[in-house]
């Protein structure tokens, strides 16, 4: 068939009715069928042309490898990719810059900076070993220009309920049984690491509710998916955005709202619908203010509510440890300060990487004092619906007020360098 698009459309309609079946009498998902949803296995890159994703730098053009942050925190991630690392499908295997790579490298490198960091204190000299032991590979940037923008998300915690009142209205739904995650790369390798969602009505796949569908037209009324309830919905939709948070209930006690899908339409943050609908100025523009909006205008909440289509589906989980991030699209805990979100397609989950840019100065109480330079190490451990490309990195804050703050200052642009076990030493970790 020379229309592979009309071949391509057959083949979904066939496997939405397939798929199904084997959801029928599912309400929530597990963990790891959450995570890939729209988390994908990663892809060899593509290179075309002149374009690339990564750039192989030149050791004399090395920036200097000095940590900002806690060494808690990086032994943290660094203990966690390992457990990623040595779980990875082993054949998997991706282009440096015209390096072939393994996951065995990639837990090699892993190791051997494990190795570096634990026995380290001096940062002259966990510099040095950097150096001498890896090459460095540079995210390409838009253009070639190496230049990557950051933006952040973090770990929210919201006052709920998990019964409804007079005060918790507004309802946080499990996975719905009827909604189907197809991966389109199944039918052409064109779409390799992508997915698509719906629900079957009759023979065919067609999108699943929007938000105004199940908000404001009561779609799920009656359908027993409610887990919890929120006070508002600029909150709600808040949890939405970020994917996972914990939630304060009325006695005190948390827990937390892991994600379990989306309905995979359209995204547009709330915020931006107010300043595109012309009801508050971009100048200025905070939760706060577009919160307040909302609650002396009830008749505007719906239409900037609806604007964002993309729906969020969660599920309740006990706390066990408080330190403990939300699970990333790896599989494990991500770590704040530590974990990454990138194109996945492009660039490997549990990559060590270096992260040099300016970042929000931000006291523990959450007062934003100016702007940094910052420095860390990083892992690729997550990724993103909006994540996508050569010059898209989105950083984990983890939660609290200070992670709250410094995730809405976040749009900078700065430099994501990417580690790799010389050749010389990927068979042995140091």
């Known amino acids: 068939m020379k229309n592979w698009k009309t071949y391509f459309i057959l083949c979904l309609f066939f496997a939405a009715g397939c798929l199904s079946g084997r959801q029928a009498g599912k309400n929530t998902v597990q963990p790891q069928q959450a995570v890939q949803e729209n988390t994908?296995?990663?892809?060899?890159?593509?290179?075309?042309?002149?374009?690339?994703?990564?750039?192989?730098?030149?050791?004399?053009?090395?920036?200097?490898?000095?940590?900002?942050?806690?060494?808690?925190?990086?032994?943290?991630?660094?203990?966690?990719?390992?457990?990623?690392?040595?779980?990875?499908?082993?054949?998997?295997?991706?282009?440096f810059n015209g390096r072939k790579v393994t996951i065995k490298e990639l837990a090699a490198t892993n190791a051997a900076l494990k190795k570096i960091i634990s026995e380290n204190d001096d940062p002259a000299e966990t510099d040095r070993l950097v150096r001498e032991n890896f090459d460095v590979y540079q995210m390409s940037?838009?253009?070639?220009?190496?230049?990557?923008?950051?933006t952040s998300y973090y770990e929210p915690t919201t006052e709920a309920s998990l019964e409804?009142?007079?005060?918790?209205?507004y309802p946080m739904y499990a996975r719905p049984y009827d909604l189907v995650t197809v991966p389109l790369e199944n039918f052409n390798s064109k779409f390799k690491g992508e997915t698509i969602n719906?629900?079957?009505?009759?023979?065919?796949?067609?999108?699943?509710?929007s938000r105004d569908?199940?908000?404001?037209?009561?779609?799920?009324k009656g359908r027993g998916l409610e887990i919890a309830w929120f006070k508002n919905l600029p909150d709600?939709?808040?949890?939405?955005?970020?994917?996972?948070?914990?939630?304060?209930?009325?006695?005190?006690?948390e827990v937390k709202a892991l994600f379990a899908g989306t309905n995979g339409l359209k995204f547009k943050g709330w915020l931006s619908a107010m300043i595109e609908q012309g009801l508050i100025s971009r100048e200025g523009i905070t939760h706060e203010a577009g919160k307040a909006y909302l609650e002396k205008h009830p008749d505007k909440v719906r239409q900037v509510m609806s604007a964002n289509a993309r729906y969020t589906f969660f599920k309740i989980q006990g706390i066990t440890d408080p330190d403990e991030g939300p699970i990333g699209t790896y599989g494990y805990p991500l770590t704040g300060w530590r974990s990454v979100a990138a194109d996945i397609s492009l660039y490997p989950l549990g990559a060590a990487a270096f992260l040099k840019a300016p970042m929000p100065d931000v006291d523990e109480n959450g007062k934003y004092k100016g702007q940094k330079n910052d420095a860390r190490f990083v892992f690729i451990q997550d990724t993103g619906g909006a994540i996508k490309g050569t010059n898209r990195i989105d950083f984990f804050a983890g939660n609290g007020k200070k992670s709250r703050t410094f995730a809405f200052k976040v749009m900078n642009k700065g430099q994501l360098y990417i580690f790799l076990l010389k050749e010389k030493n990927s068979s042995n970790a140091i």
Not at 141 to 150: A, I
Not at 198 to 209: I, T
């Open 236 to 253: 709600l939709m808040d949890l939405h955005i970020q994917g996972s948070g914990r939630l304060v209930l009325p006695d005190g006690r």
């Open 40 to 95: 994908p296995q990663a892809a060899q890159p593509e290179q075309t042309g002149k374009k690339t994703s990564l750039f192989k730098v030149d050791e004399k053009d090395y920036p200097e490898f000095k940590d900002l942050d806690t060494k808690k925190s990086l032994l943290k991630a660094l203990a966690l990719n390992e457990k990623y690392l040595g779980n990875a499908k082993k054949e998997t295997v991706y282009d």
């Open 164 to 169: 409804k009142d007079n005060v918790y209205k």
């Open 141 to 150: 940037g838009l253009n070639n220009d190496r230049t990557v923008t950051f």
């Open 198 to 209: 719906g629900r079957v009505e009759g023979k065919n796949l067609v999108p699943y509710y």
């Open 213 to 220: 569908e199940i908000d404001f037209q009561g779609r799920f």
